[in-house]
């Protein structure tokens, strides 16, 4: 069946980074858009950045500059680097995969920006 499994979550301090990871399975990875999103408490659900499978890429602008979506078909992986980090980046992040109609979600990875 299809899995999203994110890793990489935690507690950092601003101006600190991670390294989010979503390992996928049970389906053809390098056919799906990848996308992080992340919700914060109180707050819709919001993009965050997105891969297509030819490596295109695209940023909320609350991230661009500070976070890079990267992908490794091979692996079936997908990973968000986070540098800069503030708190208002605190939130949950989901991985998410996408093929027209198709959409899996991920449990998703907390991460919490604090001091």
């Known amino acids: 069946q299809v899995q999203l499994v994110e890793s990489g979550g935690g507690l950092v301090q601003p101006g600190g980074s991670l390294r989010l990871s979503c390992a996928a399975s049970g389906f053809t990875f390098s056919y799906y858009v990848m996308s992080w999103y992340r919700q914060a408490p109180g707050k819709e659900r919001e993009l965050v950045a997105s891969?297509?499978?030819?490596?295109?890429?695209i940023y909320a602008d609350s991230v661009k500059g500070r976070f890079t979506i990267s992908r490794d078909n091979t692996k079936g992986t997908v990973y968000l680097q986070m540098n800069s980090l503030k708190p208002e980046d605190t939130a949950v992040y989901y991985c998410?995969?996408?093929?027209?109609?198709?959409?899996?979600w991920g449990q998703g990875t907390q991460v919490t920006v604090s001091s």
């Open positions: 891969i297509s499978g030819a490596f295109s890429t």
């Open positions: 998410n995969a996408k093929r027209s109609t198709l959409h899996y």
